[in-house]
C-alpha cells in the first residue's frame, strides 16, 4: 500500500489515518466530496486534513465506514450528537438509521383512568403508539341489553333479553372510551353494559373486574406500571401510567457502490 493510498484526518484534534478508499465508501457523502479540495469547510494544515467536529464521534463514523455496521458501547447514549455528526457528513444512510432506532427506543406510553362510581365504571385509555390503541381496540367490545320488544303485560313470559355488541368510543386516534354497568334507574336491568376483552369470554358489568382484566392484559402485552396518580385536584377517578420499552431491532442499510446488506447492532435496553 502506498502512501497515496493513505490520508489523514484531523477532527476536532484527534489524528485519524485511514484509506482513501474508506472515506468513499458513499460517493454521495461530503466525506468522499472533501478530498477534491473543493468543499471550504475542510482545510489542510501540515498535510492533514483538519475538520473542525467532534473527534470522539467520529471515530464511530469511521468504524461504520470501515466495517459497515456501527457497534455502540453498552452505556452510549448520544444518539442524537451522533446523528447531527452523519447528517453534517451527509451520510444519510446512517442519519435514517439512527432516527429509526430512536423512534423504535422511546418507550410506550399507557394511562388508565379508572372512575368507579356507584354502580357503574368508566374507562380511559391513552396510549401514546396509536397502533398499540388500535390492536387493544379490537380486543375489546362493549354488550348493551336492549330494551324487551315486548311490554310484561302482553307477554305472559319474561322477555328474552339480547346484547348489541358496540366497539368502544374513539375520540382521538391516541384514546378508548367505555362503561360498564348500569345507572341503577332501568327496570329489569335493560341497558346494563358489559365489556369484553379477549381472549376471554367473559361479559363483566362489575368495574373493578374489568378494571382487574384490562391490568392484566396490558401487563401481559409488556407494559409494566411506572406510577399511580390523581389527574387533577378534585378529579375523583385514579390514573395508573404503564410503559414499555421497544426493543431495538437489527436495521438494515445499502451502501451506493456495495450492494449488501449492513447491520447496526444496539444494545438492548432493560
Known sequence: MSSQDLVTLNVGGKIFTTRLSTLKQFPTSRLAGMLDGRDQEFKTVDGQIFVD?????????????????????ADFSDYLRLQREALFYELDSLADLLSQHLLQSRPAVMEVHFLNQNTQAFFR??????????????????FVEQPAALAWSSN?????????????????????VFHCGSDGTIENHAGVRYISIKPDNRKLANGTNVFGLLIDTLLKEGFHLVSTRTPASGDKSECYVFE????????????TRKPENTTIPVPSQQ
Open 156 to 176: 305472559p313470559f319474561p322477555p328474552q333479553v339480547t346484547l348489541l355488541a358496540l366497539p368502544p368510543q374513539r375520540p382521538s386516534h391516541h384514546d378508548l
Open 125 to 142: 385509555v391513552f396510549g401514546s403508539c396509536s397502533k398499540t390503541i388500535e390492536r387493544l381496540m379490537r380486543r375489546i367490545t362493549v
Open 244 to 255: 414499555r420499552i421497544k426493543s431495538p431491532q437489527v436495521l438494515g442499510v445499502n451502501k
Open 53 to 73: 467536529r467532534d473527534g470522539a464521534l467520529f471515530s464511530f463514523i469511521l468504524d461504520f465506514l470501515r466495517n459497515g455496521e456501527l457497534l455502540l458501547p
